[in-house]
């Protein structure tokens, strides 16, 4: 079975345009979590999607949004980039047939953002 | 408002000898915790979990413990290995969201 993948894996941008990541989840999840991860803050909670639906949100400006297909696969985006936006964003699937509680979050291998 | 903390940023142990990581939380309606292991230019790999129900999980050479009135985790492998070598982090979750350590750093001296 595929695991998560998410493209680009790398991507520079200049302070002030948007960026468009993707997230492809493993066949059968279809809970899509996106995490933001800088040196020294661990990973920080962006949002959640379900079925198409935004569950959960962390505490990010609304610079960031996302959003999910009805094939699950999902895009995050961040709008008017500020240098403080270079991390590693990291995309995570769950929630595979039957299991739509405490069912652990798989990674994929991330996007890394340089904002310049 | 960090709910997950792993105070230690980094841990070396020699190879063969039993690793120990730990992790406090602060919320308690956490009712699942995990472990990752992340190695540079990949993302966080899942080890090991435990439910609320319960205070012990084995899965090979790693044990995780939970003890809920001190609100802390521990990741137990044993024997460490140099291929162990990566970062840790713990998380918690309730209701489908998840909270994350910031990581220890472990190395496995051969």
């Known amino acids: 079975k595929a695991g998560v993948t998410q493209t680009p894996r790398y991507l520079i941008k200049t302070r002030g345009q948007q960026v468009t990541l993707s997230c492809s989840p493993i066949?059968?999840?279809?809970?899509v979590s996106w995490y933001q991860q800088t040196p020294g803050q661990g990973l920080q909670f962006l949002f959640e999607y379900f079925s198409e639906t935004q569950r959960n949100k962390g505490n990010f400006p609304g610079r960031f949004s996302g959003r999910q297909f009805s094939n699950s696969r999902s895009e995050m985006n961040v709008s008017t980039l500020e240098l403080g936006d270079s991390a590693l964003y990291l995309c995570?699937?769950?929630?595979?047939?039957?299991?739509?509680?405490?069912?652990?979050?798989?990674f994929g291998n991330g996007t890394r953002l340089t904002v310049t | 408002d960090q709910q997950v903390k792993q105070n230690s940023p980094s841990l070396s142990v020699q190879e063969g000898r039993i690793s120990i990581l730990n992790c406090d939380y602060t919320n308690s309606m956490f009712d699942y915790f995990l472990w990752y292991k992340k190695y540079p230019a990949e993302g966080p790999t899942f080890l090991i979990s435990?439910?609320?129900?319960?205070d012990k999980n084995e899965d090979g050479r790693f044990t995780v413990f939970l003890n809920k009135s001190a609100k802390h985790l521990s990741l137990h492998i044993v024997p460490s290995q140099p291929g162990d070598s990566a970062v840790y982090f713990c998380a918690a979750s309730v209701g489908n969201q998840f909270y994350f350590g910031t990581g220890t750093s472990l190395t496995v001296i051969p």
């Open positions: 066949s059968g999840h279809r809970s």
């Open positions: 995570a699937s769950s929630g595979g047939l039957g299991q739509t509680y405490n069912s652990p979050l798989h």
């Open positions: 435990i439910s609320s129900i319960k």
